[in-house]
């Protein structure tokens, strides 16, 4: 069986952190390592729970900014700061489109419930036939049941689908569920592998 869909992760693979000094400059301002600063943000209970739906991205970054003692005002600024080095990936968005003459194309992304306003606002969201945002399903990857709700959205069997994703662990995930996967390393790698898999 061909592959009919493609789907893509969002973070570490189309928005990517590509400049580190504004993420270096929030931590030394708030004297805190930089691993610190990243794992408040991604790794806490309230990521989790703001990637899960339960609670808002505002009310995340609130959270943010309490446990590295900063008053609640200053949560918007801290966001700011924290992605001011995030960089989409345009060159690669233009080759998802370019999938999409050939293959469906998909999002899969565990991410907050306002990523789907922030890609209607960036205006990439015709780069995508289906979007699967976690906060959204209340699931995480590599839970298996929000990839076999993805696959239930796009009407396809496991075999007919791949997954591009930065993280092996949810590589591992799309693999488990029949899926096939690539682990994205950069996009020349990534067009490469596409090209045999998609050939």
Known sequence: MGIDIVFFDLGGVILRTEHQAPREHLAERLSVSYEDL?????????????????????Q???????????????????REEFFGG???????????????????TGLISNAWADTRDYILHNRFGDAFDLLVISAEVGLLKPDPRIYEL???????????ALLVDDMPANVEGAVKAGMSAILFKE???LRRELANRLD
């Not at 989409?88 to 293959?103: H, N």
């Open 38 to 58: 990243v794992q408040v943000v991604f790794e806490g209970d309230s990521a989790r729970r703001a990637s899960l739906g339960e609670i808002t991205a505002q």
């Open 60 to 78: 995340h970054w609130e959270a943010v900014a309490g446990r590295l003692k900063r008053p609640v005002s200053e949560a918007p600024a801290l």
């Open 86 to 104: 995030d960089v989409l990936d345009l060159a690669l968005l233009e080759f998802v489109r370019s999938l999409k003459s050939r293959r469906r």
């Open 150 to 160: 993805a696959l239930r959205r796009a009407g396809v069997a496991p075999a007919a």
């Open 187 to 189: 996009t020349d790698q």
